[in-house]
């Protein structure tokens, strides 16, 4: 398996941001994105390179 390179990002109503995925590529990360939002649940999920030099 590769480097994760890719987040899946959900927001929820209050504005607080959750990582629910990493892909290896960005097309894959915007497909699983699309596989959540496909659930209808309302929520906003966004696609975003995963910086490694960031400290969590």
């Not at 590529?25 to 975003?48: K, Q, S």
């Amino acid at each position: 398996m590769g480097e994760l390179l890719w987040a899946v990002i959900r927001q929820d109503d209050n504005g607080n941001r959750y990582r629910v995925a990493s892909c290896e590529t960005r097309e894959e990360a915007e497909t699983v994105a699309g596989r959540f939002e496909a659930r209808g649940l309302g929520r906003l999920y966004t696609v975003e390179k995963i910086d490694r030099h960031r400290v969590p």
